[in-house]
Each structure stands twice: as C-alpha cells, then as structure tokens.
C-alpha cells in the first residue's frame, strides 16, 4: 500500500489518476498546473481550490465535478465535458472552451470567463447568493 500523506496537495497528473481508480474523489487544492489531463475521466470528483491553470483536460469527464474557485485559467477544456459542474467563483480567464458541454453547469457572479463568452448561451446556470 502506498503511502500518501492525505495533507500533502497532490501535484502529479499520474498520482490523480491512480487514486481516482482507487475510488478517491477528493482532490481539493491539487496543484495540476500545466499537467496534462486530456481525456481523464474525473467525474463526479471534488476539484474544488484546485490549480488547473495552463492544464490540457481536452476531451476530459468533468460531469457533475466541484471546480468552485478552482484556477482553469488558459486551461485547454476543448470538448471537455463539464455538464452539471460547479463553476462557483472559478477562474476560466483565456481558457478554451470550444466544444465543451456546459449544459446546466453552475455559475456565479464572481466566475471570470474569456472574453466574448456568453454562460447562458452555453446552457449555464446563474446561481444567486443567499
């Protein structure tokens, strides 16, 4: 059995993909910056706080993913599927989402998209602060 301190932030694309087929779904705070993802199958998991920014997840499963706050920023999300994800105050400033499903993804007032992007045309939801 491997020794992984559950406190140390995960920073290693192969450590994501080995512990999610373990059945880990928590990887808040992992620090994937620039790593490549494309075509990872993370649905459903907790990528909340997360550095993903200049990451390739094209093609990736991000269905029903936590990506509130996360850092997507220049992130490759070409025909990822992000339908039903949290989107809550994430950072998608210069990302591409050509292709991605969007479709009744989370958003809120304070996620920064790229230029030019429109959520609702997307099939995203606004959701209000209570």
Do not use: C
Not at 18 to 25: I, V
Not at 60 to 87: I, M, V, Y
């Amino acid at each position: 059995m491997s020794q992984i301190n559950s406190q140390q932030p995960i920073n290693n694309a192969a450590t994501v993909v080995e512990s999610y087929a373990a059945g880990k779904r928590d990887f808040s705070k992992a620090e994937l910056g620039n790593a490549d993802l494309q075509n990872i199958n993370l649905r459903g998991s907790d990528l909340s706080y997360a550095d993903l920014s200049g990451a390739n997840l094209s093609g990736a499963n991000f269905r029903g993913t936590d990506l509130s706050f996360a850092d997507l920023s220049e992130a490759n999300l070409r025909n990822a599927d992000l339908r039903g994800a949290l989107l809550m105050s994430a950072n998608l400033h210069q990302a591409n989402l050509e292709g991605a499903n969007l479709e009744k993804a989370d958003y809120d007032r304070n996620t920064h998209f790229p230029e030019n992007f429109d959520p609702v045309k997307a099939g995203m939801q606004i959701k209000a602060e209570d």
